[in-house]
Structures are given as C-alpha cells and as structure tokens.
C-alpha cells in the first residue's frame, strides 16, 4: 500500500529556532508538493515540484522558507528563524502530472 | 486565480440520512478532487473526478464540468462519515496547483 510518508509527525519549537520537515512521495511520482494548513487560511499551497525541479514556490514566504528536492524519494521544507506565526500543519503530496494528489499524515508544528 | 466555494458550510445529521454537498468553481478545471479530512487530521482521497460521475459504496460523486459544480453524494450516513470534506480543483494554467475550497464539516450523530 503505496503512501506519502512525512516525519517529523509533531514538532514543537521555539521562535528563532531551525525547523527541517521531511517528505517521502510515493514511488515513481513525478511532482511533490507542499501545502500548509490554518484555521484562518485554510489549506494553501506553498511549493511544488515536478521531477525535482521547482515550479512554483510563489506560496512561500522567501525570507524564512526554502523547499528542496535532494533526491527523488526526499523533498524538505525549512523554516529558518522560525515564527509563531508559523504555527501549521504542514502537508506533503504526490501524485504523477496532472492525476490524483495524495497526501501525507502531515507535521502539525508549534512554534511558541 | 481560480475560486471554489462549497456549501453548505455544516451539516448535521442522524445516523442512516443521506447528504449531498456541492461545490462550485469559477474557470475550467483539469482535476477535482473531493477529500475526507478525518478527526485525526487526515486527508483521505474519496474521488478523482473532473468529469462524469463515480461511485464508492456510500459515496458518489458528479462533476459536471460545463456547469462549473460538483456534487458528493452520501448515503446511509455513519459516525464515522463526521470530519471535513474538502474539494480542491486544479484549473487549466495552475500546473497542478490544487486550490482547496473552504470546507463542509459533517457532523453524524447516533
């Protein structure tokens, strides 16, 4: 049974510090993305990439975030300092071009 | 960009009713997608559905694309139907991009 793996599952920081969120799609999907998850935004997309290069990362706040793909069985997404504001569940899906994403169990992160 | 609203917001319902949400979409879509947000936080996908009509033993779902709307059928509602379902579209210039609508959340009582 084929599933988007993300680790950390639950991370709890404090503002200034470095967080690393990790990203296993399935096999032999070719895009990956990251959305991010609030009560007052909903789920909205912050990067994404096809066979590992980035497409779009216009969700980002540029300063702080920065997303990765070092291989095709990793992505990461990094927040360095991070803020309370950051506080989120973060999200990591695959899918294969334009077909069906799915998601990751998620990292809920606190940042306090 | 693209805009989906879905309806109604919440729902509440005794066990064993059925349910049909609705969800509209301003442009042409390449993929919509209808999601089941359980009380753990979990997406589960319940339908890949751009066009025509599809079924899954209590669910079924319609997409008729022309109109801009879909709709997600929910029969013989169980408990465990209770959390959030979300429809997210992907319009033809978003490479991908799933824009998510704001939610129903299902609240099934026994």
């Known amino acids: 049974d084929a599933r988007v793996t993300q680790t950390p599952r639950h991370k709890v920081t404090e503002m200034g510090q470095e967080v690393t969120m990790r990203c296993q799609p399935i096999l032999g999907h070719n895009t990956v993305f990251w959305y991010r998850q609030t009560m007052m935004q909903g789920l909205e997309l912050l990067a994404y990439?096809?066979?590992?290069?980035?497409?779009?990362d216009s969700g980002m706040p540029k300063d702080r975030f920065s997303a990765e793909m070092p291989d095709a069985t990793l992505a990461t997404l990094k927040i360095q300092p991070s803020e309370p504001r950051d506080s989120a569940v973060y999200f990591c899906?695959?899918?294969?071009?334009?077909?069906?994403?799915?998601f990751g169990p998620g990292t809920r992160l606190t940042v306090l | 960009g693209i805009q989906v609203e879905q309806s109604p917001p919440d729902l509440i319902l005794q066990e064993g009713a059925n349910s049909t949400l609705r969800c509209n979409f301003s442009d042409s879509v390449n993929n919509l997608q209808w999601f089941h947000q359980n009380p753990w936080g979990q997406l589960i996908n319940l339908f890949y559905?751009?066009?025509g009509t599809k079924q899954n033993g209590r669910l079924s779902a319609t997409t008729v694309a022309t109109e801009r709307y879909s709709l997600l059928y929910i029969s013989s509602s169980q408990t465990t139907d209770s959390g959030v379902y979300f429809c997210a579209v992907v319009s033809g210039t978003s490479y991908g991009k799933l824009t998510f609508g704001q939610g129903t959340i299902l609240t099934v009582h026994p």
């Open positions: 990439f096809r066979n590992r290069a980035p497409l779009d």
């Open positions: 899906a695959s899918g294969y071009r334009e077909d069906t994403q799915y």
């Open positions: 559905i751009p066009s």
